[in-house]
Every structure is written in C-alpha cells, then in structure tokens.
C-alpha cells in the first residue's frame, strides 16, 4: 500500500529522483568538456609547499565509465521495483510479498510432515514425539510469555497443566480457545453485594466453597449473596464455560491466592482476561498440533477430556491407608482396584483389622451424601469379602468429621489396617 494521500508527493519525489540522476549524467557531461585554464605544464597553475601542484588532467575513463554504469543501473532499478513514488516497479515486488512467498515455501517444506499428523486425532498426537516437539516450540515461541514455558501459568494467566478449564477443556474447546481468543468479563459486583461486611461474607463463603480455610460463621451470612454471582459461576458455584466463569469449588485459582483479601477484590473491582486469537498466525495443521500438546499439558489423559477423568473412580495408596475414589453420585469401586485390594487382603490374613470408612463430597443433601458414604463403605466391604476377608475382620465405620469441599478427594472410602 503507498504511503501517500494523493499523486502530488508520488510525482514531486519520481520527479526529483530521474531529475537528480540526470543532473548527475549532465554534470560529467559538462565537466568532460570544458577545460579549466590549464598552464603550459598541464598543471591548473596552483602549487602548494613549492612543489605540490594540481594537475589538470581528465577524469579517467574508467572512472567515468563506472559513473555512467551507477547512472543507468539507477534507471533499470527504478524500472524493475519500487522507488519511484508510488510505482510498484515492473517486477510488482513487495517486503509482504516477499514475506508471504517465504512462508509459503516453508510450509510447503514441512506439509509432508504435517500431511502425517493429518489422521491423528489429539489422543495420537499428544503421544507422537513428533508432533509433541513441534508443539513444544510453538508453545515456547508464542505462549510462553503470558502462560510460562511449564505452561503452568501465573497470576492472571491460566495454569494449562491442571485439571480446571475455565473455557472447556475438550479438544474441541481448546483449538476454539486458541483459535478464536478468549474474553473472560468479571462485571465489578460490590454495589450488587451490598456493604463492605457482605462483600467480606461472601468471600468467606466462596472460599468455603473449595473447603479453603474460612471464617465459617462469616461464610453462613454470606451465604445469601452468592446468588448474584450465580449467573455466571452457577448456583453450585461450579462455573460456566460459555463465559469462562470459573469454578470456585475447586481450590484452583488464578488471580490471587485464593484468601479472603484476593476474593474481596475480585469482587470489588472484577476482572477482564483476554487471550489473544492465534488463527492467523498459525496453520490450521499447527493448530491442530498445538491444541494437542496444550491438551495433552492439561491433564489430556488418553481415552477422555479432561474433565471427565477428574470426575472418574481410581484407587491410591497414602502412608499405608487405601483410598477408593468414586465418581460424583456413584459407588462403583473402580476397575483396577485389585492390586490395593489383595493388599489388604493380606492384611488382613497377617492378622489385622480392615477398618472401612466412607467419606463423601458437601455437594447435594446431607441425608442423601449419608446414605452414598454407606454405599460406598459397603461396595468396598463386599469386595473384600468377594475375596475371601472374613466379615468379623471388617470393620465399618463412620467417618469422624464429614469433610467440607466438594471434588474428587472428598469422595471417598478410606481402609485402614490396624
Ligand atoms: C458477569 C459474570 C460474572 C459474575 C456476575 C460474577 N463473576 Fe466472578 N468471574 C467471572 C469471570 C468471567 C471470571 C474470570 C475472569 C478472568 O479470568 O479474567 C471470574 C472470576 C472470579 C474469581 C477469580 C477466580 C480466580 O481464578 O482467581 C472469583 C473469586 C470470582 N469470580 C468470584 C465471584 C463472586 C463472589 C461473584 C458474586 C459477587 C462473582 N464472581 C460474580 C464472571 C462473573
Ligand atoms: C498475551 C498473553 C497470552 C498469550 C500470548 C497467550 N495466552 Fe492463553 N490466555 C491468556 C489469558 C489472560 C487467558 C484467560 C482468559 C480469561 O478467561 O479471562 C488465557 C486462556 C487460555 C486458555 C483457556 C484456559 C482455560 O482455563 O480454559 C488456553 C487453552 C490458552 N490460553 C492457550 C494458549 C495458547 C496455546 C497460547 C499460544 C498460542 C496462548 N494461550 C497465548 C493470555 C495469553
């Protein structure tokens, strides 16, 4: 595109360029010419320290020759690209054009490469080290500055190891967020929440939410006011995707660390986060690449978005306590279980006691969470005996304190051997 507004300036600077180099031309023209005064010993006459004089010689043809060379080669160059005002040049060559046709080759060379990954899905991908290197440098090149070159994020930017998506943590979702932009809007709500004590209420009640320390009695009057944040975060306080309002339960935070000061000020002043969009820098194949590898960073565990796997049964062992997790409203043990079970099989046969304790998440009515605990406790009592444990060794047994918090890690069935 030219630079200028009208043809003036176009004309005015073609013009004093050809008038300059013809004004060269003209000037060895001249000067080829006319002789200066010249004294009988060819000398201009003018003598310097007694016998430094100036020679009156002629330019030397060679010299002269170079000169009319420049000359002419200012005329083809000028002809050939840009130079002239806003003439393009006969070759119609551009810096963009340039650019663009660089590109272009360079991604010609690397389609055969791309042409591979064309029938993987993120699942393949995200384990094809291939693939997972050329995301490794796109990450690095483009993203590491706001989300850190671990990809785990910092205050304001987005942790994309952990299991929170604040935008949907689906492929599908994640190439969106990276191809569209995100624009994540927190509206100010104190006048919405009432005094300076109501915002300081509420804050402790959402930071009850994720079972963060609190002041419960605090928490229990700001209980109330949550109802003006449910439009986005949900009346569970679990989120929304389609607006990219987090979830407050899960303990996971990222603009502050997650106590009363940092909540009060979300709440007083919001928050607007903006992800820039990525679909014009990259190729649809390299964005394909990148939301694997930001996929598979998040937890992406082969078979299941990331979300779901959160949200699955799976068993550990912590300092010799076995501990059963169960999906959200479920009593199923999960499958893979048998190795911590024979565990406390031979536990048990070494003559020790399995105490079985069931645990639940504080989501849904106390009555029912009761009942899932019980359910839960006994699912994995029968499994013992299934395999061979005596139920006089088994002992069933309320947990001391039902835990506060929702999430995965509340619910559960501990089993100890005592
Ligand atoms: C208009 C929708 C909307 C409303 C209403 C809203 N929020 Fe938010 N909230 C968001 C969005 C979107 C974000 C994420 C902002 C970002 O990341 O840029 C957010 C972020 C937060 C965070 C920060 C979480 C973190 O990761 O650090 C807290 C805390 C929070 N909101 C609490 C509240 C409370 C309490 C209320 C009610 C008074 C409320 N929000 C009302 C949309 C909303
Ligand atoms: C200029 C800083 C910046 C850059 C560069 C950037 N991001 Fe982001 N990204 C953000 C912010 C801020 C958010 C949170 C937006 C919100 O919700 O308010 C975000 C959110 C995201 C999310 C959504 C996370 C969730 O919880 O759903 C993904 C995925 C993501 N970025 C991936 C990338 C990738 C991949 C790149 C590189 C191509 C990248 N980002 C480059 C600032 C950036």
Same mark, same amino acid.
């Given at each position: #595109?030219?630079?200028?507004?009208?043809?003036?300036?176009?004309?005015?600077?073609?013009?004093?360029? &050809?008038?300059?180099?013809? =004004?060269?031309? =003209?000037?060895?023209?001249?000067s080829g010419k006319t002789k200066a005064m010249t004294a009988a010993?060819?000398?201009?006459?003018?003598?310097?320290?007694?016998?430094l004089r100036e020679m009156n010689n002629p330019l030397p043809r060679w010299w002269v020759g170079l000169f009319v060379l420049t000359c002419l080669f200012a005329f083809a160059y000028l002809y050939l690209y840009p130079g002239l005002g806003s003439y393009p040049g006969s070759l119609k060559w551009s810096q963009t054009g340039q650019f663009d046709a660089e590109v272009a080759r360079g991604n010609e060379q690397v389609a055969p490469l791309y042409a591979r990954f064309a029938g993987m899905g993120p699942e393949q991908l995200s384990k094809d080290p291939e693939a997972m290197a050329i995301g490794d440098r796109l990450f690095l090149n483009n993203c590491a500055q706001c989300h850190g070159s671990d990809a785990r994020g910092s205050k304001g930017f987005p942790n994309l190891t952990?299991?929170?998506?604040?935008?949907?943590?689906?492929?599908?979702? &994640?190439?969106?967020?990276?191809?569209?932009?995100? #624009?994540?809007? #927190?509206?100010? #709500? =104190?006048?919405a929440v009432g005094s300076p004590e109501d915002v300081r209420n509420l804050a402790n009640h959402v930071l009850s939410l994720s079972g963060a320390p609190h002041d419960s009695v605090r928490a229990n009057l700001g209980k109330e006011k949550f109802m003006v944040c449910a439009a986005c975060h949900g009346a569970d306080g679990k989120g929304n995707p389609a607006m990219g309002a987090p979830n407050l339960t899960s303990g996971i935070f990222t603009h502050g660390p997650g106590v009363e000061a940092h909540i009060v000020n979300m709440i007083n002043n919001g928050k607007t986060g903006v992800m820039p969009a990525w679909e014009s820098k990259f190729?649809?194949?390299?964005?394909?690449?990148?939301t694997a590898y930001v996929w598979g960073k998040g937890g992406g565990v082969p078979g299941a978005p990331a979300a779901a796997v959160a949200d699955a049964a799976s068993v550990s062992v912590e300092n010799g306590i076995v501990k059963f997790f169960f999906a959200t409203g479920k009593a199923d043990v999960a499958s893979g279980a048998d190795k911590a079970l024979a565990e406390i099989v031979a536990g048990v046969k070494a003559g020790k006691k399995a105490i079985v304790s069931g645990y639940v998440d504080s989501t849904g009515s106390a009555a029912q969470n009761e009942e899932l605990a019980k359910q839960r406790a006994v699912a994995v009592r029968d499994q013992l005996k299934a395999l061979g444990v005596d139920e006089g060794s088994i002992d069933l047994q309320k947990p001391d304190n039902v835990e506060a918090g929702a999430g995965a890690q509340a619910r559960r069935v501990e089993v100890k051997l005592m």
């Open positions: #595109m030219s630079d200028f507004t009208s043809n003036f300036w176009s004309v005015f600077i073609a013009g004093v360029t &050809i008038l300059s180099i013809l =004004a060269c031309l =003209a000037l060895l023209v001249i010993d060819n000398t201009t006459g003018h003598v310097w320290d007694g016998d952990d299991k929170q998506w604040n935008w949907g943590g689906t492929p599908d979702k &994640i190439h969106e967020t990276i191809a569209k932009g995100r #624009m994540g809007v #927190m509206t100010p #709500m =104190a006048a190729t649809p194949e390299q964005l394909k690449v990148l």
